[in-house]
């Protein structure tokens, strides 16, 4: 069951707690994700499935930390 969903319109899944990491993917508004982890300002993402996940900014998933 997906705890989290994307709010920003689009935002870039990256490979660590940081924009000056990799980008690994991109995820849009509404895609349901789980969070696995918070550091700082960045939350670690896992989709559902298990297969992907990566770090986006706090600010752009909702249900995640407050």
Do not use: K
Not at 42 to 50: D, E, F, I, Q, T
Request: hydrophobic fraction near 35%; avoid cysteine.
């Amino acid at each position: 069951q997906p705890e989290g969903v994307v709010v920003a319109s689009e935002v870039d899944v990256t490979s660590g707690p940081g924009s000056q990491y990799v980008t690994e993917f991109t995820l849009h508004s509404g895609a349901e994700v789980n969070p696995v982890e918070t550091r700082g300002s960045w939350v670690r993402l896992a989709l559902p499935g298990g297969e992907l996940e990566g770090w986006v900014p706090a600010d752009a998933v909702e249900g995640v930390g407050g």
